[in-house]
C-alpha cells in the first residue's frame, strides 16, 4: 500500500427450485439503514496488527503482527507465547513484513496453515508450517517454501493468502511497486506481479495448477487467476454468495472495490490502463475490456481503501450479505450490499474513531473484526450491547 509507506506507518455465484422456495419462505433483511452498530475490544497492545483470522470451527483467533509474529486470542485473552516467531526471516517495516496466514481447509486433521511475507532480501515468500503438539503453539521447523517472487520495490506487495470455498489457495500479488507501474507488470501475463493466484497445494508439491485456471493451458504464467491490479492489499470471497471482492489501492486520485463471480477466470481489472473507472496509462483509453469496479471514491474522502469481508455470521442476521470496508487515512467504517452486481445500501457507520484501519479479520463464525494502528482489535457488535463497554 503506496500511501502507507509514505506515512511511515508500520505497514503500510442458478439456484435450484429448491433455494427458490427456500428464499420465499424467509423475510428479506431489514435495510441496513435501520441498524445500530457498534465495535467492542476484544485486544490491545498489540504491535501492527495486520490480520485477523481463525481455524473452520475453530472458536479461538489469531492475529498476525507485521514484525513477524502470530498470537492466539482464546476467551477474550490473548496468550502470553506467541504461535509462531518469525521475525528472523523477515523484512519489517513500511509495507513489508509478515503480512497475512490462512488456515489449510483441513487444519483439524492435517495441522497446516501458510503466511505470507517479506523475506531478508525484501522478495515475497509463501510459506507452509504445521502445529505442533501443543495446540497453541506452530512447529517453527516445519517451514516449506510454497512459492516465492522477486519484488523490484520495497512498496506494493499485496499480501494475502487466502483459501477459497474451491480449495484453492488465492495470493495477492501487487505490481512490484513504486508509482505507475514503471515496469508494466499489471498488464504483462508473463509475471505473477500485478496479479491474483490461484494454486492447489493438494495436488502436487509444492503446489499443482488448477486446470480451470485460464492460463494453465498456456498464454501466460499457469498460476495466475486474475491480472491488472496495482495494489489488491485486501481480498476476500463471500462463500454464500460466491463473489470475489478486491479492493484495490489507488495511485493519485481513485480507490475501488470490485467484485466478480468467482467462477469466472482470466479477468483484467485494468491497471495500470485504469485507475478505477479512469483512464491512467495515457488521457484516452478503451476500458470495455476491464473489470469495472462496483465502488469508487476519490482523495477527498480518503487514501488507501481497506477491504473487508461480506457478513455471514449470527450474531446479527439483518446484516448478512453485507460487504464492510474502510480507508486507511480517514478511519471509516463503511459497507454496500451487493445486488445484481450493483453496490446498494450503501452506508457509513458511526462506531467512533478506530484510528488506520490496517485490516480486517473474520473468525471462525463469520463475525467481523477490525485492526488499528491503534494496537487494538475491534470485534462489530449490535450497538445496544456496547455502549458502556467499548473502551479507548
Known amino acids: ?15 435450484c427450485s429448491e433455494d427458490e422456495a427456500l428464499s420465499q419462505r424467509q423475510p428479506s433483511p431489514p435495510p441496513v439503514g435501520d441498524i445500530a452498530l457498534a465495535t467492542e475490544t476484544v485486544a490491545t497492545g498489540l504491535s501492527s496488527p495486520l490480520y485477523l483470522t481463525a481455524p473452520a470451527g475453530d472458536a479461538r483467533q489469531f492475529v498476525v503482527e507485521q514484525r513477524g509474529r502470530i498470537l492466539v486470542l482464546e476467551n ?3 496468550l502470553p507465547a506467541p ?3 518469525i521475525s528472523g526471516k523477515i523484512t519489517s517495516g513500511g509495507e513489508r513484513g509478515l503480512l497475512s496466514m490462512a488456515f489449510h481447509p483441513r487444519y483439524a486433521t492435517n495441522g497446516f496453515f501458510y503466511v505470507n511475507f517479506t523475506d531478508l532480501n525484501g522478495d515475497t515468500r509463501v510459506e507452509r508450517y504445521r502445529v505442533s503438539g501443543n ?12 512459492i516465492t517472487i522477486a519484488q523490484p520495490f520495497a512498496n506494493h506487495n499485496g499480501g ?58 498456456g498464454g501466460g504464467r499457469p498460476e495466475i487467476w486474475a491480472s491488472g491490479m496495482r495494489n489488491p492489499w485486501r481480498f ?3 462463500r454464500v454468495g460466491n463473489s470475489l471482492y478486491v479492493a484495490d489501492v489507488g495511485q493519485n486520485m481513485w480507490e475501488e472495490v470490485s467484485a466478480v463471480s468467482t467462477e469466472t477466470a482470466g479477468l483484467n481489472y485494468g491497471w495500470n490502463a485504469a485507475e478505477g473507472n479512469h483512464c491512467f496509462a495515457s488521457p484516452t483509453c478503451n476500458l470495455s475490456g476491464f473489470v469495472r469496479p462496483v465502488l469508487e471514491y476519490g482523495r477527498n474522502q480518503g487514501c488507501s481503501v481497506t477491504g473487508g469481508f461480506v457478513y455471514r455470521g449470527n450474531r446479527m442476521p439483518a446484516l448478512a450479505g453485507t460487504y464492510f470496508y474502510s480507508d486507511y487515512c480517514s478511519g471509516w467504517l463503511r459497507s454496500f450490499r451487493l445486488i445484481n452486481g450493483v453496490a446498494t445500501e450503501q452506508r457509513e457507520w458511526a462506531v467512533g474513531d478506530l484510528g488506520n484501519v490496517l485490516s480486517f479479520g473474520e473468525d471462525s463464525a463469520g463475525e467481523l473484526y477490525v485492526l488499528s494502528t491503534d494496537g487494538r482489535v475491534y470485534r462489530l457488535v449490535p450497538a445496544s450491547t ?5 473502551s479507548r
Open 1 to 15: 500500500m503506496r500511501e502507507l509507506l509514505i506515512l511511515g506507518m508500520a505497514l503500510s455465484l442458478s439456484a
Open 76 to 78: 477474550g485473552s490473548l
Open 83 to 85: 504461535f509462531l516467531n
Open 135 to 146: 495446540r497453541n503453539a506452530a512447529d517453527p521447523n516445519s517451514a516449506k517454501l510454497i
Open 160 to 217: 494475502l493468502v487466502m483459501f477459497g470455498p474451491d480449495g484453492m489457495l488465492y495470493i495477492g500479488m501487487g505490481d512490484g511497486g513504486s508509482g505507475g507501474d514503471p515496469q508494466g507488470h499489471g498488464q504483462n501475463l508473463q509475471s505473477l506481479l500485478g496479479k491474483i493466484l490461484r494454486l492447489n497445494v493438494d495436488s502436487a508439491d509444492p503446489y499443482g495448477i488448477p486446470q480451470d485456471n485460464p492460463y494453465a493451458g
Open 236 to 238: 476476500s470471497i463471500d
Open 386 to 390: 456496547t455502549r458502556s463497554r467499548r
